[in-house]
């Protein structure tokens, strides 16, 4: 364990020095780093929040609360079983084969395995704090409402950390055997495409049965279906079953069941990381080496997309929108994803289709554009999610090769409106696509439909360009992985500003709009003062977007050339 230890030092060194140091530079640290908080705390206490107030209507409903609330505990478990695996695959890939360390590291009189041990732990840590941090809300809530004894706290978190480790342990073991047979730098493209497709299985079988129905009896044909929908198990030979049956008992203070699935999630959670110790001291040096073998590519004369890249441009400008494209496609991580957001949009789509309005006591007209009003701002908070995860590490995927674009005969603001121009059209066309189809499905009025057009319009470029000008002046062109900046300090400024955005242009809009529909209704003309004052909202929303595209784009240049290389 020492020289684990030892190998554990310089990730916890790079955590700490920058806080401890003296200058600017650690008062900028410690900034981040507050900011980060606050906002974390305020995310946290929202998952609390939601969480109370789920778990208090179950336990209104008579006779069948109890069962509600154990049915989204097994539920929440599993999802969380999954996400560790999911993310453990990839982590696990990364630190063990893929990191730029390593030949440094194994050139150290270092017994291999210990090598894997400390890698093993760094990457458990990296793949599951996160999971684990905003999911104890939801385990505070449970002992919150059923008044649970201070046990039942103490089961939970020995629970999940047996869960963390029986699934970052499952996921080297994965990770190693593949390794084996294919080189890691393929493996890394196979497994996220093999991940992302079993999550859009796993999310749309879950969304396709519709779980709200259990809150909703009329909806099974008869009370009998009702209670054995809530009564089915879950796979007994799942480790997240077991934590639940532990977890359960805990829960309800029948401490005499709880003692065999907990003792059986920590047992197996020993032998899986036993296991995997034994296996890398068999192949892990192996594996490792075949890693650094370079993969054999075959490009078909290098023109796989565009045989001739955009013919009506010239010179520089037209090279550089080729190879967005062209760089974007030859990386799996990246197209593969397109594949998650179309299934994602699908099942935006399908929950306005299935949405009950005409059960609700608001009258149909109102509450139909009452929802395609909301709509808006709903679909620029996940537009704005995905230019984070595109737009946003744009300009962080040049990583090393940037050095070339400061050197070519092109200036940094041509470079990044070139980027715009490349992520704006596809999200614009796009977010009028599903804009359009979810008012058809609420059959919102025309003038709300022209209204929901022309607003998203107008927010997409601004979100776009918030993305490219923050990714430009927050790059990360020195990590592994490149697409982590989405989740930096920058990042979280872009996040914070894009809602920002949709938040104020929504505002100032729902008062115009409350009266144009009105208006529209009553078939009467409209006030004086109120053509005003709809012409005022709307072009201090107008002058809102234009700003965001400008302001974004020019700071974000401005940083880049000063950026050192």
Request: contains cysteine.
């Given at each position: ?39 974390g ?18 336990q ?39 990191s ?25 840590v ?44 499952f ?186 309005l ?8 109102y ?93 997409i ?12 002046a ?47 209704w ?6 004086s ?13 107008l ?23």
């Open positions: 364990m020492p020289l684990v230890l030892s190998l554990l030092k310089p990730r916890w060194w790079a955590f700490v020095n920058p806080l401890t140091r003296r200058g600017g530079r650690t008062r900028s640290h410690w900034g981040k780093y507050c900011v980060l908080g606050v906002l705390l305020v995310f946290w206490g929202a998952v609390l929040a939601v969480s109370l107030r789920v778990l208090t209507y179950f209104s409903i008579e006779e069948i609360g109890d069962l509600l609330a154990f049915k989204l505990l097994s539920i929440v478990l599993a999802a969380l079983f999954s996400l560790l695996i999911f993310s453990g695959i990839l982590t696990n890939l990364s630190k063990l084969f893929l730029r360390d390593l030949p440094l590291v194994h050139a150290t009189p270092v017994p291999g395995y210990q090598i894997y041990l400390a890698r093993w732990i760094e990457s458990m990296d793949g599951s704090w996160m999971v684990l941090v905003y999911s104890i809300p939801v385990f505070i809530a449970y002992g919150v409402v059923f008044d649970a004894a201070f046990g039942f706290y103490v089961v939970s978190l020995i629970g999940l950390s047996a869960l963390v480790v029986i699934a970052s342990a996921s080297v073991i994965v990770v190693q055997l593949a390794v084996m047979i294919l080189p890691a730098s393929r493996l890394k493209s196979i497994f996220i495409f093999l991940g992302l497709a079993l999550f859009l299985v796993l999310y749309l079988a879950f969304r396709l049965s519709r779980p709200e129905r259990l809150v909703d009896p009329e909806a099974f044909a008869t009370a009998l279906v009702y209670l054995k929908a809530l009564h089915a198990p879950s796979a007994v030979w799942l480790p997240s079953s077991w934590v639940y049956e532990s977890i359960q008992a805990a829960l309800t203070s029948n401490w005499t069941e709880v003692w065999l699935p907990l003792v059986m999630s920590i047992s197996f959670a020993v032998f899986s990381g036993c296991l995997g110790v034994i296996l890398a001291d068999a192949v892990y040096y192996k594996g490792f080496c075949k890693a650094q073998v370079a993969p054999l590519r075959r490009d078909k004369n290098g023109r796989i997309f565009f045989k001739r890249p955009l013919p009506f441009l010239r010179g520089p400008l037209r090279a550089l929108i080729a190879k967005e494209f062209r760089v974007f496609f030859r990386d799996q991580t990246q197209w593969s994803q397109l594949f998650l957001i179309a299934a994602l949009f699908v099942i935006y789509i399908y929950n306005f289709k299935v949405l009950p005409e059960r609700a006591p608001i009258a149909t007209i509450l139909q554009n009452l929802m395609a009003f909301l709509n808006m701002g709903l679909a620029c908070f996940v537009f704005a999610a995905i230019s984070a995860r595109f737009a946003f590490v744009a300009v962080s995927m040049e990583r090393e090769a940037f050095w070339l674009l400061k050197t070519a005969p092109l200036s940094m603001q041509t470079y990044l409106w070139v980027k715009f121009a490349v992520y704006w059209l596809p999200l614009a066309v796009l977010s009028q696509i599903v804009i359009v189809v979810t008012n058809l499905l609420l059959n919102a009025t025309a003038l709300m439909m022209t209204l929901s057009v022309l607003t998203v319009f107008c927010l470029p601004g979100i776009v360009a918030m993305g490219i000008g923050l990714g430009a927050y790059p990360d062109f020195k990590s592994e992985n490149p697409t982590q900046s989405a989740t930096s300090f920058g990042g979280l400024v872009f996040m914070i500003l894009c809602v920002s955005l949709v938040g104020t242009v929504i505002v100032l809009e729902a008062g115009p709009v409350y009266r144009l529909l009105m208006a529209d009553k078939n009467r003309p409209l006030s003062a109120e053509i005003i004052g709809a012409v005022c909202a709307f072009s201090v929303a002058a809102l977007c234009v700003l965001a595209v400008i302001w974004p784009m020019r700071y974000g240049c401005r940083k880049l050339k000063a950026h050192a290389l």
